[in-house]
């Protein structure tokens, strides 16, 4: 079992900056990729970011240039460093953990982008 702790969500005005960490324990090794996705009111949750245990990053089309994910060397926390937030980045954001088999997910933070 892998467990994710999420932090540094909240209230951001627009054109802010937010970083989000989600710490992984139990069977870390067992991980291949981490992740962040998001859900807004109303919609489908969406990936955001992803980074694989060699580096690989990849992002959704709307958040890329303002969104970087990065790894500590260890591979227990994963970083979203978001920059030039916009109203519709407010959403319910997750972090999310792969492994061969399985799948797991944080409880999730509240990013609210608003003036």
């Known amino acids: 079992q892998v467990q994710l702790v999420e932090s540094g969500g909240g209230l951001v005005q627009p054109g802010g900056s937010l970083r989000l960490s989600c710490t992984a324990s139990?069977?870390?090794?067992?991980?291949?990729?981490m992740g962040w996705y998001r859900q807004a009111p109303g919609k489908q949750r969406e990936l955001v970011a992803t980074i694989s245990k060699g580096g690989t990053t990849n992002y959704v089309d709307s958040v890329k240039g303002r969104f970087t994910i990065f790894r500590d060397n260890a591979w227990t926390t994963v970083f979203l460093q978001m920059n030039s937030l916009k109203p519709e980045d407010t959403a319910v954001y997750y972090c999310?953990?792969?492994?061969?088999?399985?799948?797991?997910w944080g409880q999730g933070t509240q990013i609210t982008v608003s003036s």
């Open positions: 999310n953990a792969k492994a061969p088999v399985s799948e797991y």
């Open positions: 139990g069977r870390i090794l067992s991980i291949s990729i």
